[in-house]
């Protein structure tokens, strides 16, 4: 048995999930796969030939030997659904999808696992791939107590485009008529708990100071107004450009329901979102930046960095001269790779 799960781009909302704000994501053409076979004993055993590494444990041990140690609490989650294991089995993971560079790579295989592993339950349950994003959320955030979001589990389990609300929870899978886009790797490392703690705890606490004057205030109601007389100047640009990200992702979300959406406009508020993430949260790269300049002086009408930041990936909407703008990319010494929409995980 083999399930493929994509990997995903965020259009608008990059780092606002966590505080409880919505965004906009996207399932990507580039994906992970995830092959399985019973064993007759309790091990489980699986082959990453793309890291030249095995993992192996047993059934009778799934205590956490490591810092996200993803597999085992994937099987834990299922297990505390009810779901019954008999026998281990053996697994080969590929993936095509840039590794900790923003585009969820992670994510797409624990997605992937849980999805395949509960099909191969004694009990297999009738999971939709909402539920399994949900667990899949919990596996890897809640178990290990970590700053994530929910965006990466329900995109890459859902697929499409999808709009992820918080406040109450909905996620509505969208309907643009988007074109192609090209992601650009910039090979550089990047410390994704760091970025995400940083940016997530110094806006909390901002929050906090606001709350001591303004109690009802929360990241969906707050003004730059609400900062000006208690916050000081990095603070005040911090919530600045949460404010204006919010903003940015309204008038996203109003395009992309559009009947006949205007490309041009997309890619102008992914280059607004972009400005913001550089200048206000500051998660963008030196060589990030030059891959987006030159993406844009190849024809593209707008681009962001993706992900967390600090390294990893950018992506550009190139619904033309995709080629063009993917040389562009690799002449600034990015990786690049033409991407579309693609299905959330499924069994293959």
Request: charged share 25%; aromatic share 6%; hydrophobic share 35%.
């Amino acid at each position: 048995m083999k399930v493929i799960t994509p990997g995903r781009i965020c259009l608008f909302g990059e780092h606002q999930d966590y505080l409880g704000l919505p965004v906009i994501a996207l399932a990507i053409s580039l994906n992970s796969s995830i092959s399985l076979t019973k064993r007759k004993d309790k091990k489980i055993i699986i082959n990453m030939p793309d890291l030249d590494r095995v993992e192996e444990f047993s059934l009778d041990d799934l205590s956490y030997s490591k810092d996200r140690d993803y597999f085992k609490s994937a099987m834990n989650v299922c297990l505390k659904e009810g779901l019954k294991f008999s026998n281990g089995f053996e697994s080969i993971i590929e993936s095509n999808i840039p590794i900790q560079a923003g585009t969820s790579s992670s994510s797409s295989i624990v997605v992937g696992w849980i999805n395949l592993i509960s099909k191969i339950a004694d009990n297999p349950p009738n999971w939709n791939n909402e539920i399994i994003a949900r667990l899949a959320y919990q596996a890897e955030v809640l178990e290990f107590d970590e700053p994530g979001g929910m965006m990466d589990q329900y995109t890459t389990a859902i697929g499409g485009c999808i709009y992820l609300d918080q406040q109450p929870f909905s996620v509505k899978q969208l309907q643009p008529k988007l074109k192609t886009f090209v992601l650009g790797n910039s090979n550089q490392p990047k410390d994704t708990m760091t970025i995400l703690k940083r940016c997530r705890d110094q806006r909390i606490s901002i929050m906090e100071k606001l709350n001591t004057i303004y109690p009802d205030v929360s990241f969906n109601n707050c003004s730059d107004e609400h900062g000006k007389s208690i916050l000081n100047h990095e603070e005040q640009a911090l919530l600045e450009g949460t404010i204006e990200n919010r903003e940015i992702l309204f008038q996203g979300i109003k395009e992309l329901q559009k009947n006949e959406i205007d490309h041009n406009r997309i890619g102008q508020l992914l280059s607004d979102h972009h400005e913001v993430l550089r200048d206000k949260l500051k998660v963008s790269t030196e060589k990030i930046d030059n891959m987006i300049e030159a993406s844009i002086n190849a024809g593209a009408l707008g681009a962001k960095v993706n992900g967390s930041g600090g390294g990893g990936c950018m992506f550009a909407y190139a619904p033309k001269n995709s080629n063009d703008i993917a040389s562009a990319i690799e002449n600034a010494g990015g990786t690049a790779h033409i991407i579309h929409a693609d299905d959330g995980t499924r069994i293959d």
